[in-house]
Structure formats: C-alpha cells, structure tokens
C-alpha cells in the first residue's frame, strides 16, 4: 500500500496547501504544516499517509484566502487547477 499523497499545482499563483493525518495515520509521522507550492506545476509528497485524507489549499499565500479541500488517496497525486 502507498504511503504518500502527492499535490501537483497547476494554477498561475503559488498555493499554500496543508494534508490531514487522522485516523490511523495520526502520530505516526506526518505533518500537518501549511506548505508553499510553486505555480505552473510545482508538487510536493507528504509521506506517512495510509489512509484517505483532506487536501486544504488556499489560491494564495497572503492572510484571507478561502480554504478550499478535496480527498487526498494514498499513492494518487491530486491537481489543483
């Protein structure tokens, strides 16, 4: 089983973007830290996730932009458009 989600962004802006850990990926691991992602397809893998999980993003790095999430699966990459 995969152990890793993986974000591509391809939107024009940089994206902040933060994957839960819960349930039985909870504690083993994992953060929960907000990361930066570069624009026109810049992705980053956030490990230690076996289970499915929620993707927040926001469409920005400054303060105020909505949160938005999709389901992150392990060994599947999600794209932000």
Known sequence: MSSSI??????????TVSITTTGSDSGKGGSES??????NGGSDTWNYRTQHQI???ARG???????ESVLGVPG???TIS
């Open 34 to 39: 907000w990361y930066t992602i570069s624009s």
């Open 55 to 57: 993707v927040r993003f």
């Open 6 to 15: 993986k974000v591509v962004n391809n939107t024009p802006k940089d994206i």
């Open 61 to 67: 790095t400054d303060a105020g932009f909505p949160v």
């Open 76 to 78: 599947a990459t999600v």
